[in-house]
Nanobody
Framework: QVQLVESGGGLVQPGGSLRLSCAASGFTLDAYRIGWFRQAPGKEREGVSCISRSGGNSDYTDSVKGRFTISRDNAKNMVYLQMSNLKPEDTAVYYC????????????????????WGKGTLVTVSE
């Protein structure tokens, strides 16, 4: 059974840090590009970051550049999102998703191209 399970969300003060984890099971992670997405209350889901199959390339939405870092450990079937200097506007449910691809170096994760999705983990940034 294919599963993506996010963890690591919670309540954090502005300026704080969290590390989200995405555990993959039922498929071989290194054949997939992985993306992190988020959906804030009342807003559409948006892409946050994407990492290539090998982990050598990554991309970020402008609002998180310099604050978030995506990484992966294919041997452990894990993907991470390190979030620093968090802001209230980062409050959202964060999802990881996987896209099977033969292109190992690209780090583009279109929402409609993702094959598998997790159920999400809530991140709340507030005093």
């Amino acid at each position: 059974q294919v599963q993506l399970v996010e963890s690591g969300g919670g309540l954090v003060q502005p300026g704080g840090s969290l590390r989200l984890s995405c555990a993959a099971s039922g498929f071989t992670l290194d054949a997939y590009r992985i993306g992190w997405f988020r959906q804030a209350p009342g807003k559409e889901r948006e892409g946050v970051s994407c990492i290539s199959r090998s982990g050598g390339n990554s991309d970020y939405t402008d609002s998180v550049k310099g604050r978030f870092t995506i990484s992966r450990d294919n041997a452990k079937n894990m993907v991470y999102l390190q979030m620093s200097n968090l802001k209230p506007e980062d409050t959202a449910v964060y999802y990881c998703a996987a896209m099977r691809t033969g292109l190992s170096a690209q780090a583009s994760c279109p929402q409609d191209g993702m094959n598998y999705w997790g159920k999400g983990t809530l991140v709340t940034v507030s005093e």
